[in-house]
């Protein structure tokens, strides 16, 4: 039997506007639903996964098996310790990344075998997945170009690396349509959100009442992470959600069939 939460996850190239997203997602659907909402990310979404993430990104230079590793290694413990649990507990789960971003990155970036990549990961979360998965496109120069910290090692891997890993967030999203939102990352921040909201709430079977969240986003993106550059400014509450509701505009939370 599955858990009784949620589990979306939020995928693309570096910068192209996850974690705001993300965070803009998880405060809205707490709002929604009344649920615990887990705002996390990979790597490093726990202690260790914290030192995990420095030796990954910011450590010696490592062979793609090693680093590949590191990461099942992040995501194993991170789903064991804090995913899992939060979602037997009933929560909504919002994660920064997930799986799909090694098979993008260490297969498609790095030319591992896309099965094997997953099967490591696979077996590191005893096949948990998510419900939904927002993959945000995006150019890899245009998105580089919001980055305005240190670029890391996996930022610094060069253009074709990134259209490499483009391609196969891509690919990966086409083969499976239930469990993908794919959304030019171009937009705006508020357009942007507006759309996720439409897309998750359909797909999860969630009534939104449009008068209780216009008011649950906020002007600062700051996601809680320390070394995530997203400062942008914006008009908060404007074009935040759809011209027309999906659901009824009464009722006080959020169905599941
Ligand atoms: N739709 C957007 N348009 C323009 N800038 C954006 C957009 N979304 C995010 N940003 C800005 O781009 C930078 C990277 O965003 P962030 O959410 O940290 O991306 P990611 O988590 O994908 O690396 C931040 O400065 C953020 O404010
Ligand atoms: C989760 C994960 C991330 N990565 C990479 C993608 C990013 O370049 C880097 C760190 O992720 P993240 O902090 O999400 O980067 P950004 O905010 O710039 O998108 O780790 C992998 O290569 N494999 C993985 O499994």
């Known amino acids: 039997m599955s858990a009784p939460g949620y589990f979306i996850s939020f995928e693309g190239g ?18 929604l639903t009344g649920r615990e909402v887990v705002l996390t990310r990979e790597p ?9 993430r420095a030796a990954v990104l910011h450590g010696q230079d490592m062979d793609p098996r090693t680093e590949a590793l590191i990461y099942a290694a992040d995501r194993a413990h991170h789903v064991a310790s804090l995913v899992r649990p939060a ?17 993008a990155y260490q297969s498609g970036g790095r030319e591992l075998g896309a099965d094997e990549v997953e099967l490591i ?5 005893q096949d948990l997945m998510p419900d939904v998965t927002i993959l945000l496109d995006l150019d890899p120069a245009a998105a580089a170009a919001r980055i305005r910290r240190q670029h890391d090692r996996l930022e610094r891997a060069g253009a074709e690396f990134h259209r490499r890993t483009r391609e196969a967030f891509l690919a990966r999203a086409a083969a499976d349509p239930e469990r993908w939102i794919v959304l030019d990352a171009s937009a705006t921040i ?53 011209e027309t ?3 009824p505009a009464t009722g006080s939370g959020a169905t599941r069939a």
């Not at 990961?121 to 979360?125: D, G, K, M, P, Y």
């Open 14 to 31: 570096d910068g192209v506007g996850k974690s705001t997203q993300a965070r803009l997602l998880g405060q809205w659907l707490g709002e």
């Open 190 to 242: 508020g357009d942007l959100q507006a759309q996720i909201r439409v897309d998750v709430a359909a797909r999860l079977e969630l009534t939104p009442v449009v008068e209780e969240a216009e008011d649950t986003v906020a002007a600062d993106s700051d996601d809680g992470f320390d070394d995530t550059d997203s400062a942008i400014g914006y008009t908060p509450g404007v074009g935040l959600l759809p």
């Open 245 to 247: 509701p999906t659901g």
């Open 121 to 125: 990961s696979r077996w590191a979360v």
């Open 87 to 103: 979602l037997e507990r009933g929560a909504i789960v919002v994660t920064d990344r997930y799986l799909d971003s090694s098979v």
């Open 44 to 52: 490093g979404g726990t202690e260790l996964g914290k030192e995990l």
